[in-house]
Nanobody, 120 residues
C-alpha cells in the first residue's frame, strides 16, 4: 500500500506561484505513474498533470505552459510547480500514484489533498 502526503498549498494572489509536493511511503515509486488532480467546489475531480515512470508527462490544456510536474525517485516525491496562477485554479489538489497509465480517478492510491486558493 502506498501512502501519499501532499504539502505546499496555500493562499496566493493571481499571477503568483506555488510548489506542491507529494511524499510517498510504503513502496518505491520509481515504476509508478504519479500525478495531480484537483477538485473545485461543486465540480468533478479533474486531472491536472501526470508523469509516467519513464518521465513522460501529460497536462490538462488549462494548465499547459503554466504548471510543471516533476519527480525525484530518490526522494520518492513528486512536485507540481504552478506559475501564473489564476482564480480558476482554486481547488483542493490531490496526489495520485498508480502502476497503470493513464491515471484514473477510480484507481490507484490517493493523498488527503491540499487546498490552493488564488485571489483575484
Amino acid at each position: 500500500q502506498v501512502q501519499l502526503v501532499e504539502s505546499g498549498g496555500g493562499l496566493v494572489q493571481a499571477g503568483g506561484s506555488l510548489r506542491l509536493s507529494c511524499a510517498a511511503s510504503g513502496r518505491t515509486l520509481a515504476m509508478y505513474a504519479m500525478g495531480w488532480f484537483r477538485q473545485a467546489p461543486g465540480k468533478e475531480r479533474e486531472s491536472v498533470a501526470a508523469i509516467r515512470y519513464d518521465g513522460y508527462t501529460d497536462y490538462a490544456d488549462s494548465v499547459k505552459g503554466r504548471f510543471t510536474i516533476s519527480r525525484d525517485n530518490d526522494k520518492n516525491t513528486v512536485y507540481l510547480q504552478m506559475n501564473s496562477l489564476k482564480p480558476e485554479d482554486t481547488a483542493v489538489y490531490y496526489c495520485s500514484a498508480d502502476q497503470r497509465w493513464p491515471l484514473r480517478i477510480w484507481s490507484g492510491s490517493w493523498g488527503q489533498g491540499t487546498q490552493v486558493t488564488v485571489s483575484s
